[in-house]
């Protein structure tokens, strides 16, 4: 199963220029049931990078623009009465889906940013007291903005907390981006839909042969260093759950996996605790008064932490 999902990878890079390292990340969150937080400015790709992996998946896509007066039966659902047949029927919302994109989660109120952020923890829905189970597959990928917060409802960091990732945007190269821009002046945009790699039955098996990777005592313990110093660090002024090492641990063996190999490697959990911890976080003020970053600080703190044998 390993080289579909290689080849998956492969085709999904000739869609998505410049973005490697998240096209990686985005499907060790899928794998892994997890969420992602999406953060970059506009006109960088972002719904088109979740479109396209429901394309190579073979799964539904919904996407939601979420706006000030979004209200949370316009995600969910709701109850209709049918004049014609004389009884109420449930009319399911764009919710009940394999991959959803919440685009702006951050314009809306915290009513609404509840009741989906409900449904991935939970995975199921509830309509006019009647619940509704969610595909087994159920990913969620919500963007956000981050150079305009005027007329935002910034997520608490408890509801940051529910996502796996938070992965940034940039802008790619001058060599991919040159490339883009060629494609699109030249009109090499290939309009046709883009092939399915997978199945939804075929991904499944893909995950619990995932969930099958080793992880040694000893990576644990270093996972659990990373999550503890966080807490203890003057460099922080909050530090991560539990939730957040259960995270790292998780999102690790997809990362081993999809790196080829059945046991995870220190290595492993250094590239995914940058994006795992970045949105669990808070930087102290002496520390943000430095001019340092999230990323920066997290990888420092990394740093100071022996590598197990």
Do not use: C
Not at 164 to 193: A, Y
């Amino acid at each position: 199963m390993r080289q579909e999902l290689t080849s998956l990878i492969e085709q999904y890079e000739t869609h998505i220029h410049g973005q490697s390292l998240n096209i990686k990340l985005l499907l060790a969150s899928i794998l892994t049931g997890g969420h992602v937080l999406l953060e970059g400015v506009p006109g960088t790709g972002k719904t088109k990078m979740v479109r396209t992996l429901a394309s190579l998946l073979g799964g539904t896509f919904h996407r939601i623009q979420f706006t000030p007066d979004l209200l949370p039966s316009d995600i969910t659902g709701s109850m209709i009465y049918n004049m014609k047949e004389g009884s109420f029927q449930t009319l399911k919302g764009p919710i009940f889906t394999n991959i959803l994109l919440a685009d702006e989660i951050n314009r809306t109120p915290a009513k609404t940013q509840a009741a989906l952020l409900e449904a991935m923890e939970e995975k199921q829905v509830t309509i006019q007291g009647e619940t509704f189970e969610l595909p087994d597959v159920f990913f969620v990928v919500a963007t956000q903005n981050p150079i305009e917060f005027e007329g935002t409802y910034p997520l608490p960091e408890a509801q940051q907390d529910r996502f796996l990732f938070k992965l940034t945007i940039d802008f790619p190269s001058l060599e991919e981006e040159t490339k883009v821009l060629r494609e699109r002046i030249e009109n090499k945009v290939n309009s046709q839909p883009i092939p399915t790699f997978l199945d939804m039955d075929t991904f499944a098996i893909i995950r619990k042969e995932m969930e099958q990777v080793t992880i040694r005592d000893s990576v644990l313990e270093y996972i659990m260093k990373i999550v503890r110093l966080t807490r203890e660090s003057e460099m922080f002024r909050f530090g991560a759950s539990t939730r957040a090492a259960i995270a790292i641990g998780k999102a690790s063996q997809a990362w081993a996996y999809l790196s080829g190999r059945d046991y995870v490697t220190p290595d492993d959990i250094k590239i995914v605790a940058r994006p795992a911890l970045r949105h669990r976080v808070q930087l102290s003020p002496h520390t943000e008064l430095e001019g340092a970053t999230v990323d920066q600080t997290i990888a420092e703190l990394i740093g100071s932490i022996p590598v197990p044998r």
